[in-house]
């Protein structure tokens, strides 16, 4: 079985930064993409950043310019290093996995971990 555990969130002010990583276990055959969504309180969940295997990147309009994704595919892991933090960035952060085993495409889901970025 396929675990993603993340790690790094917590409490910032405004202009700080923090470091989100998801460590992706198990069984793993080849990861694909890679990806960050977040979700705030009454809204829908919406992608953050995403990256392929071969390392091409995409962000939301909202997040260029201060986060950047990357990945460690030796250590299966991604990472979201968030910096310039605004308020409105306060959400639950959730890891996004593409893992393809003996052909097969399966997407997992981290269990999310809290952002708050106070004014």
């Known amino acids: 079985q396929v675990h993603l555990v993340e790690s790094g969130g917590g409490l910032v002010q405004t202009g700080g930064s923090l470091r989100l990583s998801c460590a992706t276990s198990?069984?793993?055959?080849?990861?694909?993409?890679m990806g960050w969504y977040r979700q705030a309180p009454g809204k829908q969940r919406e992608l953050v950043a995403s990256?392929?295997?071969?390392?091409?990147?995409n962000y939301a309009d909202s997040v260029k310019g201060r986060f950047t994704i990357s990945r460690d595919n030796a250590k299966n892991t991604v990472y979201l290093q968030m910096n310039s933090l605004k308020p409105e960035d306060t959400a639950v952060y959730y890891c996004?996995?593409?893992?393809?085993?003996?052909?097969?495409?399966?997407?997992?889901w981290g269990q999310g971990t809290q952002v708050t970025v106070s004014s």
């Open positions: 996004r996995v593409v893992v393809t085993t003996m052909a097969v495409a399966r997407i997992y």
């Open positions: 198990g069984g793993i055959f080849s990861i694909n993409a």
């Open positions: 990256i392929t295997s071969g390392g091409s990147t």
